[in-house]
């Protein structure tokens, strides 16, 4: 279907070639308006997944007494993704920086459902409802907090393999993961749809209009709910009359009233690539040379990491949208087959290079 994957040149590399080239999801469906991506994004927004899921929240308490939201998703048959078998693989969905949970993402963890995952939604501090117990939120690529779920995870899940998979923005925080990480991130594979890589030129290159403005009001909103604990910390007259992503991100993490710091000290701390040296997990980024909110593929798309880490693949499609790859039929979205294929032939290969080498199984 047009889709070219850029990566250094390994047998894993040629594993996967093969197993995409036998998908499904890469052949046919084409989406009947490939120039309007924005019509696509749009789509992707709107549309409810199909059966709505229900799930059961489970809060985290960190290290400082602050919480994060672990939502197990619940199967319309009625069974918990929590309570899935001993060695089903536990699929962690990381949301968009914001905090939002769309209706694609519900729809892969349905899909990763159908299929014997255990799919868990990670939850930033005061994201999607939890409750904000400390007048502190989460830089856009610190990934503390996620170290701690997936901590807990493994705890919870000894046996089973955990995966990860995260959405347009929110890719900076599992991107950053695996590079402070490194052969420590417990994580067997992971998966970027639509990733940002490039986090400061992002926000300071700004998003159309029509994508920046609802989301900025997303935030706002959310915010809104703990005006008097962030008051100690931030100016919360300059925080919600913010009028982008990047003067509401710089009030929030910068122009602290206890710990202030310059806009570039920030991204040295939090951009998403800092550390992609250190990266020891095979990651798949599926993105679309016309997605409207990363920008143009020549400046967002970092090549040069996938010609030479042989842990990066890209997988570039020329129409798709941001997170969106929508195609007619059941499924709606055929990123999230090529994803759940590609777990699949990860755990093949695993498998196969364990019998050949003779390696036990790690306990």
């Known amino acids: 279907g047009h889709c070219r994957l850029l990566c250094k040149p390994s047998a894993l590399a040629q594993h ?50 602050g919480l994060v939201a672990l939502d197990w998703l619940v199967g319309p048959w009625g069974a918990a993704g929590g309570a899935g078998g001993v060695s089903s693989p536990v699929l962690l ?105 490039r986090g400061r030129d992002w926000f300071e290159a700004r998003m159309p209009w029509l994508y920046e403005w609802p989301l900025l009001l997303h935030l706002k909103q959310g915010l809104s709910r703990y005006a008097g604990a962030l008051a100690e910390v931030v100016d919360m007259d300059r925080l919600l009359g913010s009028r982008s992503l990047r003067e509401l991100e710089e009030t929030l993490f910068c122009r602290t009233r206890s710990r202030p710091t310059s806009w570039e000290s920030y991204w040295e701390r939090n951009e998403p690539l800092r550390d992609a040296d250190e990266a020891a997990v095979p990651v798949l980024c599926l993105c679309s040379a016309d997605d409207p909110v990363r920008g143009p593929p020549a400046q967002s798309l970092p090549r040069e990491l996938f010609r030479s880490s042989p842990y990066f693949f890209l997988l570039l499609t020329p129409h798709g949208g941001h997170c969106g790859f929508p195609r007619r039929g059941p499924g709606r979205y055929w990123a999230h087959e090529a994803v759940l294929e590609y777990f699949r032939a990860m755990a093949e290969f695993l498998r196969t290079e364990e019998r050949r080498k003779g390696l036990p199984r790690p306990r």
């Open 16 to 65: 996967l070639v093969r197993s995409l080239g036998r998908s499904a999801a890469l052949r046919g469906s084409r989406w009947p308006w490939p120039c309007w991506p924005q019509l696509q994004l749009l789509w992707q927004l709107l549309q409810p997944p199909e059966p709505e899921p229900v799930v059961t929240r489970e809060l985290l308490q960190m290290p400082d007494a």
């Open 93 to 197: 969905l990381i949301p968009n920086a914001a905090g939002k949970v769309t209706g694609g993402l519900l729809q892969l963890g349905l899909r990763a459902l159908e299929r014997g995952f255990i799919p868990v939604i990670f939850n930033r501090r005061g994201h999607n409802g939890c409750p904000l117990t400390t007048p502190r939120l989460q830089p856009f690529g610190d990934p503390g907090d996620l170290r701690e779920a997936v901590t807990y995870l493994r705890c919870r899940h000894p046996s089973a393999s955990l995966l990860a998979v995260s959405e347009g923005s929110g890719s900076g925080l599992l991107l950053a993961y695996l590079g402070e990480s490194g052969s420590s991130s417990r994580l067997a594979a992971a998966a970027c749809l639509s990733p940002i890589f």
